[in-house]
Structure formats: C-alpha cells, structure tokens
C-alpha cells in the first residue's frame, strides 16, 4: 500500500515547496515590475561642489529623465563619506534610496575603526559608473623631468622629497603612499584640508609633488604652472594621450583611478537591483552623458553588479594593505 503513497506524497511535498518558492519571490517580482513607484533618493555622501557630487547630480538627472520620477540628490556630507553611506546602508532596501560614492568607500573599510556598517554586507552593487585618471604632477623647478628621475632624486635624499595630499586618508595621500610602497622610497607626507591648497602649495614649491585628479591639475599643467610625469591609470588617458601611465614610466603594476559606484541598500531584491542597473547602463552609454563626463576628464564604466561587486571588494583589498603600511589614521 504505501509502496504507490510514498511517490505521492514526495510529489505533494514538492509541489508545495514550489508553490512556496513562487509565492515568496512574487512580492519582489511585482516590487521590480512597479519600480520606482515614488520618489528615489539619492545620496551623496560628501558636500556639494565636490567630484562625487557632480558626477551624482548628473546621473540622477538622467536617471530621473529615463524613470519619470523624481530622483532627488540628498547631499549628507562629513566623516569621510562615513555617514551618508551609514544613512544609506540603513534605509529600506526597495530601492528607493541609492547611494553614489567613490574609492572612499573602499578606504573607509580598514581606515575608519567601527565603521557603523559593513560596506560588504549591507550595500548592493549596481554598477561602476566612471574612472577618473589622476596626474603625478611635480612643480617645474625640481630636478626631475620623468618618474624615474623622481624616484631616483627620492632614493638618493631620503626623507627630503616632501608631497602634498588632500588630507590623511584621501586618495592624492594613499595614491602616493601606494607609490612609496611599491618603490620602496621614502618621501614625507603633509596633508592639507583639501587639493586646492595642497597645489598651491605645490607651484610654490612648499611641497615637491602631488597625485591629483585631472580635473583639478590639468587646468595648472596647461599653464605651465605644474609639470605632468605620469598618468595613474594602467592605460594612457584619451583626455591626455602624450603622457605615459606611471608602468610605462617605471614603476610596472602601479594602477589607480578615482572611481564612482552606483549602490543600494543591501538586501534589496535581485529583480530591482537588475532593473535599475539596466537603467543606469543605457544612461551610461548614451552619448549626451559621456560628453557630460568627459567634461570632467571622467570616462563612463558601466557593467554588471557581480562586476562592480568584485572590483570593490579588490579595492577594498588593496587600499586596505596600504593603509595598513601606511599607518593612516582619520582626521
């Protein structure tokens, strides 16, 4: 008798677990299918008028444009972009709330003790939306008209070459401590409360060199108020096509860009977070968005969330040994 039951009741087992299964993944499907119902907020985490601001504005007015919701910048600045993305880890993961930041988020992972979240585990990648080159840039009196002469000026006065960086745990500061790391030199450190004042600094010759972002050099390089030495980024820059990237200029596997990623709160459904990917990809790509970039000697990076998640956990990896070396502490 129960050799017919058995079959039966294995069968009823899983058609409810199937039924199960479906009716649990229905409220996210409709959630997907509906999204954005209302409004979306989208935080940036550092003030306005900063890199990370400008490139988010830009993004939510496109992205605004292609919901037909309101996509409204909250700008939460302070604490290294610790508390905005704190505000944003914590808001109800459907996708209404999404959070742009850069390599700061990766920094903050080891440089900030008892970061309020973890930026692993309760935010979602959506996709990597730019990279932005950085310039080594050195005041034109030094003696040094390439990176290995830098370096070699570096080796033979240790301890005399001063740089400038935006402030402790910023990336003009790791950049350069990843430099020193991978050459084994020693340069000494001052931070400023800011790049601006660092680079005035720099042509007056109070510091002799900075890694700074493009946008902010390339203005002082073109008057001849700063010279360029290399580009940070493993290849040459279409914004700057004559100047070498800092492998071909002697220092082989040196890699850094200033990046901006699109994230939402974790645990938000695959089916929204695969849908407003979908929709911040084809922003990426048009070509009105990529002139808006360029402008900023930023290059649009769009791809996938398991893509964008593995390069942030790369990152996290990697600036994580160098603020370790370092002995960064935040301000």
Same mark, same amino acid.
């Given at each position: 008798?129960?050799?017919?039951?058995?079959?039966?009741?294995?069968?009823?087992?899983?058609?409810?677990?199937?039924?199960?299964?479906?009716?649990?993944?229905?409220?996210?499907?409709?959630?997907?299918?509906?999204?954005?119902?209302?409004?979306?907020?989208?935080?940036?985490?550092?003030?306005?008028?900063?890199?990370?601001?400008?490139?988010?504005?830009?993004?939510?007015?496109r992205l605004n444009e292609a919901f037909g919701v309101?996509?409204?910048?909250?700008?939460?600045?302070?604490?290294?972009?610790?508390?905005?993305?704190?505000?944003?880890?914590?808001?109800?993961?459907?996708?209404?709330?999404?959070?742009?930041?850069?390599?700061?988020?990766?920094?903050?992972?080891?440089?900030?003790?008892?970061?309020?979240?973890?930026?692993?585990?309760?935010?979602?990648?959506?996709?990597?939306? %730019?990279?932005?080159?950085?310039?080594?840039?050195?005041?034109?009196?030094? &003696? +040094?008209?390439? =990176?290995?002469?830098?370096? $070699? !000026?570096?080796?033979?006065?240790?301890?005399?070459?001063?740089?400038?960086?935006?402030?402790?745990?910023?990336?003009?500061?790791?950049?350069?401590?990843?430099?020193?790391?991978?050459?084994?030199?020693?340069?000494?450190?001052?931070?400023?409360?800011?790049?601006?004042?660092?680079?005035?600094?720099?042509?007056?010759?109070?510091?002799?060199?900075?890694?700074?972002?493009?946008?902010?050099?390339?203005?002082?390089?073109?008057?001849?108020?700063?010279?360029?030495?290399?580009?940070?980024?493993?290849?040459?820059?279409?914004?700057?096509?004559?100047?070498?990237?800092?492998?071909?200029?002697?220092?082989?596997?040196?890699?850094?860009?200033?990046?901006?990623?699109?994230?939402?709160? %974790?645990?938000t459904p695959k089916a929204v977070v695969e849908k407003?990917?979908? &929709? +911040?990809?084809? =922003?990426?790509?048009?070509? $009105? !968005?990529?002139?808006q970039f360029a402008s900023q000697g930023l290059e649009?990076?769009?791809?996938?969330?398991?893509?964008?998640?593995?390069?942030?956990?790369?990152?996290?990896?990697?600036?994580?040994?160098?603020?370790?070396?370092?002995?960064?502490?935040?301000?």
């Open positions: 008798m129960d050799d017919w039951r058995s079959p039966l009741r294995a069968g009823v087992l899983i058609v409810s677990a199937l039924s199960a299964g479906l009716a649990g993944a229905q409220p996210a499907l409709q959630q997907a299918l509906t999204y954005p119902s209302r409004p979306v907020r989208f935080i940036v985490p550092f003030p306005p008028g900063g890199g990370n601001d400008i490139v988010g504005r830009i993004l939510a007015q309101p996509v409204v910048v909250d700008n939460r600045g302070g604490a290294g972009g610790t508390i905005g993305t704190d505000i944003a880890a914590k808001a109800p993961p459907d996708g209404h709330t999404m959070l742009i930041n850069n390599i700061s988020l990766a920094v903050n992972a080891t440089l900030v003790p008892k970061l309020p979240y973890d930026t692993i585990r309760d935010l979602a990648p959506v996709t990597l939306v %730019g990279r932005q080159a950085n310039l080594l840039v050195v005041n034109p009196t030094l &003696a +040094a008209a390439s =990176v290995r002469e830098l370096l $070699a !000026l570096a080796r033979a006065k240790p301890g005399q070459i001063v740089y400038g960086s935006g402030g402790i745990g910023t990336a003009s500061h790791l950049a350069t401590e990843l430099l020193k790391l991978m050459t084994r030199t020693d340069m000494v450190h001052v931070p400023y409360k800011g790049l601006g004042p660092a680079l005035t600094d720099l042509m007056g010759g109070r510091v002799q060199l900075i890694i700074s972002t493009m946008a902010s050099a390339l203005p002082l390089v073109k008057s001849g108020k700063l010279r360029p030495l290399a580009v940070t980024t493993a290849q040459r820059t279409p914004f700057f096509p004559e100047l070498p990237t800092m492998a071909e200029a002697g220092v082989p596997g040196y890699e850094f860009s200033t990046w901006y990623g699109l994230l939402v709160p %974790g645990g407003l990917n979908g &929709a +911040a990809g084809k =922003v990426l790509r048009s070509p $009105a !968005l990529k002139d649009a990076t769009p791809g996938s969330p398991a893509e964008f998640g593995a390069y942030l956990n790369s990152e996290v990896e990697k600036w994580g040994k160098v603020v370790r070396a370092s002995g960064a502490r935040p301000d």
